[in-house]
């Protein structure tokens, strides 16, 4: 449908329409639409050497040499101005699409004039650009960027401002369209170097750059009529449909494990699909090898997203920012247009609550939207329990239960994998308790120091240090409507060390044994984490009455010696939790604390009142945990999320100094359940109230959890 069209069809299109033109009616009068003549730098190294947290951004400015962090830092710097740099050049692509489509759908000519000037421009001093020389060496180097994957998305927003003009009847006169024809044949040389150069000399081709070098010659290809040189994109080594079958899983999720890099590539497929599909060619019903599609991958990331449509910070990429909002809105809005999959209806709800747009006024939904409000939001139905056994992801849901799991064991993913076997992230219709926090910009030192470690995951760590990366697996995974059990294994995290994580979820309560054995005659400390992202009641944290730290040690790679260095950071412990006095017949005593939702606060602890502060939740999640002689359960000061590292988080350290260890955790909704451990591997979860529901569970070796009541 063109965009005059909706404009007539659809009541929400008119209104979206003028939001943006006043967008750029204010940027026009700011003065700020002028095209940078230096080339920008790396975006990651646009980050708060102090803080941690991204600097901001505002395109309003013309001009910049000084950066503000959001605590009020001023950062000065070559490397912040070349961040910057990007930042502006990617703003006024941006532009120069929404200027086209706001001509598009009022037809008011002085749009198009904006956007075919920037055009033009752009085409104009892109060969003035050098190939970058101050690019780091492992990437592959553009002109306008350091990196040709920066240039490759930067142009494909730039392409297809120039394709919609076009159709709209647009005409570029003669010296307007040499520019860009020139434009055009040096993007394509430099995009088809970088593909040869990544396909055949360096025999990577499932990298995420191929889906973008080839989304970029796509637009190329487009915009000079080349169908030829479409169709042998589509089908060569590296192209399009042999990158879905490498760079996807069969289970529909992106290799490297991360939600992030799956949105990305997936944007980067839908692009060079739009492409094609200017040719008549439907690359959106293809499939990979082993049945890998778009629509897989959209589905997959309907499953992921928690109940409020936020999508799950796995691996590396940011918990949340702006410009991940709006790539998840572009390819959420042709999901639901294309492929009618209404369970991305939160997930592009969430991404437009994120960008301050609840109404989608975004140039995401003039472009890509179709329907009414109704459409576009429609009832869902409930979803259930899935397993990822290739990309190595399990979640659960029960019927009737508002808790529900998300647990890792896959592969360690690459360059973009965390130290993380058997994370869970344990979530309740009303927010998230137990996230992955998602990751800094890459320039910030904490990407290695603390985002990827296994302390900051939940999941068990050993005498400080991380896990090595390899592959979990799952021994066993059954779900029918009312119970899910997944059991997960490790055994490659630490040398002679087994792990087994055994989730059972029932339309009660969410039972979480963590089963750890060291096969040495050394004792060590292992390490369960937890760390909720929400107001937990603290009456049972008590300060430790002396000063004490945990000793995160983190080991780094010296690639000139290829010998490991070993650094430490000392994480401040606050204080301890402490259980209830009465014991059961094992010894083991219970601790009882809960988490209340709604709040975007952690546990704030008090040394002087020893209280938390309180805020009126919207739910409550009990926590009970079995304490057994000899545990620890510690309250741990650590960094904040990764949209604000400076904002101090709380976790839960449960430690025991042994060769065997077993941590029981359970959690329900609304009240609390009793736990009480019969033996060695069996236990028993009361659930007190009118109905007094009990279930009785046998950890065997074979067959994991059993019932036996």
């Not at 020139?182 to 081709?205: D, K, Q, T, V």
């Not at 009832?379 to 019927?399: K, Q, T, Y």
């Not at 979530?427 to 990827?452: C, I, N």
């Not at 909704?669 to 659930?687: D, K, P, Y």
Request: hydrophobic fraction near 40%; charged fraction near 20%; glycine fraction near 8%.
């Amino acid at each position: 449908m063109r965009l005059g069209e909706k404009l007539e069809k659809l009541t929400w299109a008119g209104r979206t329409a003028h939001i943006l033109k006043e967008e750029i009616d204010r940027l026009q009068q700011s003065g700020s639409l002028i095209i940078p003549k230096e080339p920008g730098g790396w975006w990651h190294q646009y980050v708060c050497p102090h803080h941690h947290t991204e600097l901001t951004f505002d395109s309003m400015q013309v001009d910049a040499s000084e950066f503000l962090c959001p605590h009020g830092c001023r950062i000065e710097g070559e490397a912040y101005r070349g961040a910057w740099l990007v930042f502006k050049h990617q703003s006024l692509a941006r532009v120069a699409l929404q200027s086209a489509a706001v001509f598009a759908a009022l037809g008011e000519e002085s749009y198009a004039q904006i956007s075919k000037r920037l055009l033009v421009e752009y085409a104009e001093q892109f060969p003035l650009y050098p190939v970058h020389p101050e690019a780091q060496g492992w990437m592959l180097k553009g002109r306008a960027f350091h990196q040709a994957l920066t240039e490759a998305i930067w142009s494909t927003t730039l392409i297809r401002a120039y394709l919609l003009l076009r159709d709209e009847g647009v005409v570029f006169e003669a010296k307007e369209q040499a520019a860009i024809d020139a434009f055009l044949g040096l993007l394509a040389g430099s995009m088809e170097e970088y593909r040869h150069i990544l396909i055949h000399e360096r025999n990577n081709a499932e990298n995420n750059y191929t889906a973008w070098l080839n989304a970029s010659l796509a637009c190329v290809y487009a915009a000079r009529g080349g169908q030829a040189a479409l169709e042998a994109l589509i089908e060569g080594q590296g192209g399009f449909k042999h990158h879905l079958s490498i760079g996807v899983k069969a289970d529909q999720l992106e290799f490297e494990g991360s939600t992030y890099y799956h949105v990305f590539v997936l944007r980067a497929y839908l692009i060079s699909a739009e492409m094609a599909h200017r040719f008549g060619i439907d690359l959106y019903a293809t499939t990979g090898a082993d049945g890998q599609s778009m629509r897989g991958m959209l589905e997959a990331l309907a499953d992921l997203a928690d109940d409020q449509g936020a999508l799950p910070a796995l691996h590396d990429g940011p918990l949340a920012r702006d410009p991940y909002a709006r790539e998840i809105a572009e390819i959420a809005e042709q999901g639901l247009a294309i492929y009618g999959i209404a369970g991305l209806a939160p997930v592009l709800r969430e991404a437009y609550r994120q960008l301050g747009a609840a109404g989608g006024e975004q140039l995401e939904a003039l472009l890509y939207g179709a329907g009414e409000a109704a459409d576009r939001a429609p009832a869902l139905e409930p979803r259930g329990s899935r397993l990822w056994p290739d990309a190595g992801f399990v979640i659960g849901r029960a019927a009737g239960n508002p808790l529900s799991f998300l647990a890792d064991f896959g592969e360690h993913g690459g360059s973009h994998g965390h130290y993380d076997k058997l994370h869970l992230t344990l979530m309740h219709t009303e927010q998230t308790l137990t996230p992955d926090f998602g990751m800094v910009p890459y320039g910030s030192p904490m990407r290695k120091s603390w985002f990827a470690e296994t302390a900051s995951h939940n999941t068990v760590s050993l005498d400080g240090r991380s896990q090595a990366p390899h592959e979990g697996r799952c021994v066993h995974f059954e779900a029918n409507d009312s119970t899910v059990y997944a059991w997960l294994q490790s055994t490659e995290a630490y040398e002679g060390c087994t792990m087994n994580r055994h989730l059972l979820l029932t339309g009660e309560w969410l039972l979480d044994w963590f089963q750890v054995e060291l096969a040495g005659e050394e004792p060590k400390s292992i390490e369960w984490w937890m760390h909720p992202a929400v107001q937990v009641n603290a009456e049972q944290l008590q300060s430790l009455g002396r000063d004490e730290i945990y000793k995160l040690l983190i080991e780094q790679k010296d690639i000139a010696s290829d010998a490991d260095t070993i650094s430490e950071q000392d994480l401040p412990i606050i204080g301890q939790f402490v259980a209830s006095d009465s014991v059961d017949a094992s010894g083991a005593s219970q601790l009882h604390i809960s988490y209340e939702l709604g709040s975007d606060k952690s546990l704030a602890f008090d040394s002087e009142s020893h209280a938390s502060s309180v805020i009126s939740p919207a739910a409550t999640v009990f926590h009970t945990v079995l304490v057994q002689p000899g545990d620890e359960l510690l309250a741990v000061q650590t960094p904040g999320d990764s949209v604000d590292p400076s904002q101090s988080l709380i976790a839960m350290l449960h430690r025991r100094n042994d060769r065997q260890a077993d941590f029981i955790h359970v959690y329900r909704a609304g009240s609390r359940a009793e736990l009480t451990r019969i033996s060695a591997q069996e236990i028993v979860i009361t659930v007190p109230g009118p109905t007094n529901s009990s279930k009785r569970m046998q950890l065997t070796a074979d067959k994991g959890l059993l019932f036996i009541n």
